[in-house]
């Protein structure tokens, strides 16, 4: 009993320290937070479409405000 009160004290301290989002995301960051596929992602970077990304050395880069604004353009309101 006392483990398990020890590790609920642990998942409460690290809850409540305030969370760090990150500015740029990897590949695999960048499909959770689209939903779009890892491989999706990496044929529209291929194809020069989808979001805009960065090159750090051979690594790719995504800023999340790109993301953002990638899934933003093509939003459609309801009729009504």
């Not at 695999?28 to 491989?39: N, R, W």
């Not at 020069?48 to 405000?65: D, E, I, M, N, T």
Request: charged share 30%; aromatic share 4%; no cysteine.
């Amino acid at each position: 009993m006392e483990d398990i009160r020890h590790a609920l004290a642990r998942i409460e301290a690290q809850l409540a320290r305030p969370q760090v989002v990150p500015e740029y995301l990897d590949t695999a960051g960048a499909s959770v937070l689209t939903g779009i596929p890892v491989q999706g992602l990496e044929i529209m970077r291929t194809r020069r479409q989808g979001p805009v990304f960065l090159k750090v050395g051979r690594s790719v880069r995504y800023a999340v405000k790109d993301l953002r604004a990638f899934m933003e353009q093509d939003r459609h309101e309801p009729l009504a």
